[in-house]
């Protein structure tokens, strides 16, 4: 995976994250959570755009790898209001793994 | 039979007199103003969408930084607002500049396939010699993390584009075309394709602001409808025109991506070097012509598509 393709999938699972938060009522038991996931996934997404750092090292392709099985889990509920609890489980997750992808490259180059 | 002998003439006749109309316009210099007109014009619109893009660009990463420590009630710090920008004031130049370059060398170069107005091409190649000195300049300066690939992409091209320039200044046109075929089309390829990887880094975040705003517009209607009889209803029919409004940009943002643009100019530079590189057939300009009209159309699309995002 590339620099840019993982900053399009972190992309991906943001917009579709937005469409579930916008599907539940401001004061729903789960949007604290779901808000709080959201900002810090678009710090990470962030910190990925504004630096440059090496693509093609083992630790970065190792990293991107355990996101991507994060992510096929994911996928699987993220679009249902009715699996709320899951998806937060797996959003922590696939946040931790982006914390270790940011981890693995830096300090950036 | 008769018919179909008939026919066939006639066939013959439309394809002889098709080329010739087209031998005709290969052979002259007018044939070719067309295709400098085309790519002159498509080049700016796309630079000029891709510069109003990421300008709109920092404006909603500002917007989005407020809008989100609102929502959480927290405290807004400039710094903050100055921290989540993806690119600086001089990095954004830097490329918008080697963009407009890389437009005024594809002219040059067609100008110097057709050997049109040698005094003028020699006038237009001072022009760029100086502009290219300048954006060297304006590159050494960068500092920023996100500007090492752009940096190591601009020293290729502004090298190359030197040595054919000074080419063209000492009148050595048939050197300065072979030196811009044999080595300068993979540096300004690359080049292209670097910008259009930043530009790609900043349509996604793009993307993830306005997403983000699309929840937020949501909520504010559904916190006033949440009042039940005494919600305003002057206020959620104002909310609910906020949240059309930003599905209308939403929409239009998924076609308004600069970085396609990109691929476009890149595909009408190859088209170019090819064209200088061939010996001036018919089918050569045909090609040439096609690949601008492609290019074209495709900026009037993304600039279309980025006029409609002003203001997100």
Redesign the interface.
Known sequence: MTR?EL??L??DV??KL??L??SL???APDRLDL?RL??QL?RG??QL????FDENTQKFQNATEQLEAVNKDLKKTLNDVGKVATTIANLKRFVKAVDDIIGAVAP?? | MTNLKHKSGKDILTVLLLLTVLFQAGCGPSGFRDPITKFQSASSVVIASTRLYITELNKTERDHYIQ?QL?QKAQIKLNEIES?Q?FSKDGLKARLDALNQIGSYGDLLLKLANSDAPEKVKAEAKSLADEVKNLLSTVSGLTG??D??FKAAVGPVTSIVGVILDLVLQQKIKNALDKAIKNGKDPVNNLIAVIR?DI???Y??K??SL??M??AL??EY??EM?KGSSADSEKLKMLAERISTHEDRWEAFASGNPGEGLDAMAKAHNALVKYAESSHKVTDLASLVDAMEAFAARAVSIGKAVQALRGT
Not at chain 1, 49 to 52: I, M, Y
């Open positions: 840019l900053i399009k972190i992309g943001l917009t937005d469409v938060r916008g009522l401001p004061d808000d959201r900002r678009d997404q962030l755009a504004q630096n440059q950036f180059v | 989100s929502s989540v993806v993390n996100d090492t690939a990887n790609s880094l900043a996604e975040r993307r993830s997403s983000d699309r929840t949501v909520d559904n916190r949440l």
